[in-house]
Nanobody, 126 residues
Framework: QVQLVESGGGLVQAGGSLRLSCAASGLSFSHYAMAWFLQAPGKERAFVAAISRSGGTTNYADSVKGRFTISRDNAKNTVDLQMNSLEPEDTAVYYC???????????????????WGQGTQVTVSS
């Protein structure tokens, strides 16, 4: 079965960096568009960044543009999220998501993804 496993979360001071990684198994990874979402306490899960099957197209939420970078390695079945200049407002559980697609495009909506990881906590202290 499809499994997505996130890692790399933790506690960091404001202005610091973290790199999240998502390892995928049980799927033909290069046929899947991937994304990262976050969920802060008491809030709905929100889009962070997305990447197309080949990695040639990326898309970001306005709040993270210029600070976060999504990338993927189809040989290793991984998708990463490099987070720089972290702010306390970035504190949340971060989820990796994937969907099978025939198209080389990104998807930004939560309900467009049918596979999810268990999440990894990111806490940014001020």
């Amino acid at each position: 079965q499809v499994q997505l496993v996130e890692s790399g979360g933790g506690l960091v001071q404001a202005g610091g960096s973290l790199r999240l990684s998502c390892a995928a198994s049980g799927l033909s990874f290069s046929h899947y568009a991937m994304a990262w979402f976050l969920q802060a306490p008491g809030k709905e899960r929100a889009f962070v960044a997305a990447i197309s099957r080949s990695g040639g197209t990326t898309n970001y939420a306005d709040s993270v543009k210029g600070r976060f970078t999504i990338s993927r390695d189809n040989a290793k079945n991984t998708v990463d999220l490099q987070m720089n200049s972290l702010e306390p407002e970035d504190t949340a559980v971060y989820y990796c998501a994937g969907r099978l697609t025939s198209y080389s495009r990104t998807y930004n909506q939560r309900d467009e993804y049918n596979y999810w990881g268990q999440g990894t906590q990111v806490t940014v202290s001020s």
